[in-house]
């Protein structure tokens, strides 16, 4: 299993992301499921339900989406705000998280709300 290392080049946040809490946790493999302290966090938190964003809908975010399904939270996939190194698999992805149970939402739809 692939594994990422904290403070190596690609593992920084992007400068203009606009931070919105001070709650960060860390991951050494795709999912964020795999952060004891994020696990630890949501379940204090009583948070029940996830919209997922990404930049590699057929690695993390696909490994996200399982584990937190596995343990039994509801899953939003934000369409729009998740993208693969292989393009071509968007719509494939979309369609795999539909049938694992999690929801297709866009920024239109959440605007909605």
């Keep these: ?10 593992s920084e946040l992007v400068t203009d992301l606009k931070m919105v809490s001070s ?7 795709g999912s964020a499921c ?3 302290h994020f696990m630890k966090f949501i379940k204090k938190e ?3 339900e996830f919209y997922l964003t990404g930049a590699d809908a057929i690695a993390c975010v696909k490994a996200t989406n399982n ?3 596995k343990e039994n939270y509801i899953v939003n ?3 729009d705000c998740i993208t693969s190194y292989d393009k071509k698999r ?7 998280y539909k049938n694992k149970g999690s929801k297709i939402v866009s920024l239109r739809m959440l605007g909605e709300i």
């Design 34 to 36: 795999s952060s004891e």
């Design 46 to 48: 009583e948070i029940g």
């Design 90 to 96: 968007i719509k494939e992805m979309l369609d795999y």
């Design 67 to 69: 584990g937190l399904l």
């Design 77 to 79: 996939i934000v369409s």
């Design 23 to 29: 709650n960060i946790f860390t991951k050494n493999i």
């Design 1 to 10: 299993m692939k594994k990422f290392k904290p403070n190596t080049f690609g």
